[in-house]
């Protein structure tokens, strides 16, 4: 199985500022990663779709990047409504594994 | 629009079976593969398998196989997973989502299974 390893597990910010957290899986994934946002009590939300794709309404202070092995979701100017969870998930091979996950908080 | 309209939350003793039901609107349940995955409380997303609802195919995760069954009624454009010999272990919220070629676009709003005696 593949290894999604999420960091930092959590992380406070305030508004505005640009927030970075990586995903680095147990071998190459051949851009095959989707990230999720997930706020408390609710299902997760697409973000971004094979490493760089915006899914549709996603504000565009969302970007991904990465290759190989290691991935990142970059929110360049945070707001208020972006305090969730993040999640990493590779859909290279099956079983699907995901990132253990990113709390983002406003300070 | 697109919606995934899951059954309601459900109590089980342990060793029973719990079946969940998954009720796509606004496209058809056949164009598209269904995933499951569940959160235990407190806890990440784990992927537990999928089906393909044209033709029935499934694909588990392994630390489910034998315990879980995806099946699907094409006429009521429905999806079921089913997981039997239920344990605490078990207690999460299970959500069905729809696969995209890759990515899951489309979640349903979960359905809470508690396992307690």
């Known amino acids: 199985d593949i290894q999604m390893t999420q960091s930092p597990s959590s992380l406070s910010a305030s508004v505005g500022d640009r927030v970075t957290m990586t995903c680095r899986a147990s071998q190459s994934i051949s851009s095959q990663i989707n990230w999720y946002q997930q706020k408390p009590g609710k299902a997760p939300n697409l973000l971004i779709y094979s490493t760089f794709s915006l899914h549709s309404g996603v504000p565009s202070r969302f970007r991904g990047s990465g290759s190989g092995t290691e991935y990142t979701l970059t929110i360049s100017s945070l707001q208020p409504e972006d305090c969730a969870t993040y999640y990493c998930?590779?859909?290279?091979?099956?079983?699907?594994?995901f990132g253990g996950g990113t709390k983002v908080e406003i300070k | 629009q697109v919606q995934l309209l899951q059954s309601g939350a459900e109590l089980k003793m342990p060793g029973a079976s719990v079946k969940v039901s998954c009720k796509a609107s606004?496209?058809?349940?056949?164009?598209?593969?269904l995933h499951w995955v569940r959160q235990a409380p407190g806890q990440g997303l784990e992927w537990m398998g999928w089906i393909n609802p044209d033709s029935g195919y499934t694909n588990y995760a392994q630390k489910f196989q034998g315990r879980v069954t995806m099946t699907r009624d094409t006429a009521a454009n429905t999806g079921y997973m089913e997981l039997s010999r239920l344990t605490s272990d078990d207690t999460a919220i299970y959500y069905c989502a729809r696969d995209s070629s890759t990515f899951c676009d489309y979640w349903g709003q979960g359905t809470l299974v508690t396992v307690s005696s």
């Open positions: 998930q590779q859909s290279f091979s099956t079983p699907l594994t």
């Open positions: 606004g496209y058809s349940l056949t164009g598209y593969y």
